[in-house]
């Protein structure tokens, strides 16, 4: 479970995230995030020294697959996880920060964005090739599969703010992403 100082921070980082898909990055404030923890400010800011420290932290958090590569789990299964949880994130808009990330980019944090946007590159390209070497997804010109992947997803996160997008556009995605790389755009039993 981790040490009283690991889930202090997790809590944390959970109700920010919670205030900052609610409200944005600019009006989440330090008082916010105590109120939501129950933390006194100096507790607070033990771990962290403003809102825009726990925001890079959140976005810098990353879906990690390496290791269940490393243990030769299948890639179909890995790729299976990835999309359950991405069909959740366009489904439930409450939980988007993408007003909040839109926000915090503007305020000249572009850098940050550059390297969330190379990692999840490296991640995706990492999956697909290890899917080709296991015989498991189709020979497709990787980057732009991976330019497919993520800039369909990221509009979506963006568009769900205003749109309420159902059950069938995140199926749709998960789907479209199973057939470009496997073949097949099987559904989940």
Request: net charge negative; charged share 30%; aromatic share 12%.
């Amino acid at each position: 479970m981790g040490t009283k100082s690991e889930q202090t921070k997790e809590r944390i980082l959970q109700e920010a995230w919670k205030l900052f898909a609610k409200k944005g990055y600019q009006a989440v404030t330090m008082t916010d995030i105590c109120e939501k923890t129950g933390l006194s400010r100096g507790g607070l800011y033990r771990y962290y020294a403003g809102t825009g420290e726990i925001f890079s932290e959140l976005l810098s958090r990353e879906y990690v697959i390496s290791d269940r590569m490393d243990r030769q789990e299948s890639a179909a299964a890995i790729l299976d996880d990835m999309l359950a949880e991405i069909r959740g994130e366009i489904m439930d808009k409450e939980m988007s920060l993408s007003l909040a990330i839109y926000e915090y980019a503007n305020l000249g944090n572009e850098q940050l964005f550059q390297k969330i946007n190379e990692n999840a590159r490296r991640r995706w390209i990492s999956l697909i090739r290890y899917g080709k070497q296991t015989g498991e997804f189709l020979e497709v010109d990787e980057e732009r599969v991976v330019d497919c992947i993520l800039y369909y997803y990221q509009g979506l996160r963006l568009w769900s703010r205003v749109i309420p997008f159902g059950k069938e556009t995140a199926e749709r995605y998960v789907e479209m992403v199973r057939e470009m790389l496997r073949g097949d755009a099987y559904k989940d039993a």
